[in-house]
C-alpha cells in the first residue's frame, strides 16, 4: 500500500504536468490565432493591390478611350464640355468626362468680368467678388500697382503671408494663395478654372455649368436649358444653339480647341472611388498628342508623362 507521502507527491507532479500542458496550449492558441491574423493581413493586402492594380489598367483604358473620342473627325466621338460616358470593363466602373480647356476661364488670361462673375456665382456678393477679383489680377501682373480692391505686397506681409507672385499662375493650386481666398472656396470655382485655354473669353459651346453661370445676366433654368439643347443638337448633327443676353466680348468664336482634359472616375471596393484628370494637347486629327499635366483628384491617380502617336492609343 502505497504512504501518504507518495500519493501527495504524485498528486502535486500531476499538478504541475496538467499546469505545464494547459500552458502549452495557450502557447499553441496563440500562434495559431497569430498565423491566422497574420494570414487574413496577407490576403487583405493582396486583395488590395489587386484591386489597386485593377484600377489603375481599367483607369488607363478610361484614358485610352477619351483620346480616342478626341481624335474622332466624323462625330463618332462626344461633345467636350463635361460630357460623361461610362465604360464597364471586368468589374470596374469608368466613368470618363470629356472637357474642351476653351471652354473654361483661364486664370492667366481670363477677362476680369468672368472671375467676378465665377466668384459671385458661388455665394459671394459683388464687393467680395470684385476685391478677390482684384487680388487675383494683382497677383498675375509684374507690376506692385494696387487696384482699388486689389492687394500688392504690404498687404501680404499684414496678413502674414507671402505674395503676390506679380507674374503669371504656373499651377491652379497657387490660387490658394491669393490674399481673400479660402479653401472651400478654392474647391468650389476650381472646376471652372484653367492654365490651358490662353484666351480672354470662353467658348459658350463646349464650356462646363459652373463656367456658363458665371456669365453676367444668366440663371441656372436657363443655363440648363442651353446645355441640354446643345447636347441634343451635337448627337443628331445639328447646328449648335446660340446663347443669348450674353456680351458678346466674353464669347470666343465656336473653334475646335487643342488643349483638353480627360477626367477619370474609377470605382473600386465597396463606394471608393480614385480619380485623376490628364491634360493634352492635340497636335491635329490623326497626328497624335502630347500630355501636358496629370493630378490627381483622389488616392490612387495614375500619372502619365510623355508623347504619343496616334498609333500608340489602343
Known sequence: ???????????????????????????VSLLALNLSVGSRTELQLA??????????LAADAGVSWGLWSLMQADGAGWLADGSSRTLALDGYSVEVALFDEQ??????EGDPLLLQGLFQSVGLDEKAALALTDAVLDWRDEDQLVRPQGAEEEAYKAAGLLGPGNGPFERLEDLRKVLGMSEALYRQVLPALTLYSNKAEINPLVAPREVLLALPGVDPASVDRFIEERRRNFES???PPMLGGVDSRLLAPNAPGVNYSIVTHTAVGAGARVGQQVVVNLRGRGQGFDILQTAPLGDGAITVEGSFDKRDVP
Request: no cysteine; hydrophobic share 50%; charged share 20%.
Open 237 to 239: 448633327g445639328q447646328r
Open 47 to 56: 486583395g488590395n493591390l489587386r484591386l489597386a492594380a485593377g484600377a489603375r
Open 103 to 108: 471652354g473654361k476661364i483661364d486664370l492667366n
Open 1 to 27: 500500500m502505497r504512504s501518504s507521502a507518495a500519493v501527495e507527491i504524485a498528486r502535486r507532479d500531476g499538478g504541475v504536468a496538467l499546469v505545464s500542458v494547459l500552458w502549452l496550449l495557450v502557447l
